[in-house]
């Protein structure tokens, strides 16, 4: 691995939801009713924050297993079609954040992604989002198996990047993430809007 030597980040690391792209659990939801039977409250809990989808998202289960779970516990009633367009057509994207990616790379620097995720949601943004494909590599939590905040999986980012320390600045929305990357001596913000995020970066001495 390589040691941790310059004064300015070496590659950037971006979170995916809140940072890249937003997205909307309630739009799955309005989306995946008319095929439930049960009552609303149901796919809200399941779709939201649930140990579930913690389980699919780890790695834990497939998407298949997962499907047949929802299905149990909401009464979904149509195809797995119908559920895997439902659940995971629920992003807009981060216009300025986007650019700002764009703007890095263009510059010199790496980026990666490192995201919690699921294999049905990352279906979709390959398809309608082509930033996705403009990274040098994705750290996507159901394909590692591990989840945000455990070191283990900052370890796979140093290692993907061959860097480490103050070589990664991160950035993402929630604090506990964020905490983890400062734990392991990176450079991170929590995001709370493109302005401040450019901010930091420049702070930083990220240059484009």
Do not use: C
């Amino acid at each position: 691995m390589t040691a941790s030597v310059s004064t300015t980040p070496r590659a950037i690391v971006f979170d995916l939801g809140k940072v890249l792209l937003d997205f909307d659990w309630q739009l799955a939801v309005r989306q995946l009713m008319p095929h439930v039977r049960n009552p609303l409250t149901a796919i809200q809990g399941v779709l939201s924050g649930s140990s579930l989808l913690h389980d699919y998202e780890s790695g834990a289960i497939s998407t298949s297993d997962f499907f047949e779970q929802v299905r149990s516990r909401v009464g979904f009633a149509g195809t797995f079609e119908d559920f895997a367009a439902g659940f995971g057509d629920i992003f807009t994207e981060i216009p300025e954040m986007v650019a700002l990616h764009a703007a890095v790379r263009r510059a010199g620097y790496k980026t990666y992604l490192f995201s919690n995720t699921n294999e049905l949601a990352i279906q979709v943004v390959r398809a309608k989002f082509p930033f996705f494909a403009e990274f040098d590599g994705w750290f996507l939590s159901y394909e590692q198996r591990v989840m945000k905040p455990a070191p283990r999986s900052y370890e796979i980012v140093e290692t993907m990047a061959g860097l480490q320390g103050p070589d990664l600045f991160y950035l993402d929305d929630l604090p506990a993430n964020v905490e983890g990357a400062l734990a392991r001596g990176w450079r991170a913000v929590v995001h709370v809007s493109p302005e401040l995020s450019r901010q930091a970066l420049a702070e930083a001495g990220v240059r484009w």
